[in-house]
């Protein structure tokens, strides 16, 4: 019964990663097509990439982080959500492997 639940956690927190990895880079690709159209340029362009990897921050004073910051605000929302769980689960992952291992014997 305990080795389930183990195993049912260890899946939940990969499935939360692997969710949030695909999050992360499908709003990013989109915002990253949406300033190419409302500004030009490349959709890979170094500057675009900066733009988005400062959604959230204090630092995010430019004119094409406002525009999307301004129009896309539950999509913001969905990023910096999927930037935090991208972190916090694979943390997680390895604290339920150390518990799993330690005190349940599961594997």
Same mark, same amino acid.
């Given at each position: 019964m305990t080795q389930g639940i183990f195993w049912a956690l260890l899946a939940a927190g990969a499935f939360a990663f692997l969710l949030a990895v695909q999050m992360r880079f499908m709003i990013s690709h989109a $915002?990253?097509?949406? =300033? +190419? +159209? #409302? $500004?030009?340029?490349?959709?890979? @362009? =170094?500057?675009? %990439?900066?733009?988005? +990897?400062? =959604?959230g921050h204090s630092l995010a004073a430019t004119p094409e982080a406002r525009h999307i910051e301004a129009i896309y605000q539950s999509a913001v929302s969905h990023l910096l959500l999927a %930037? #935090?769980? @991208?972190?916090? +689960?694979?943390?997680a992952c390895a604290a339920i492997l150390l518990i799993g291992r330690a005190y349940f014997g599961a594997f």
């Open positions: $915002f990253r097509r949406a =300033l +190419a +159209a #409302k $500004f030009g340029g490349e959709m890979a @362009s =170094l500057e675009y %990439r900066q733009v988005i +990897a400062g =959604l %930037r #935090k769980v @991208s972190i916090v +689960a694979p943390v």
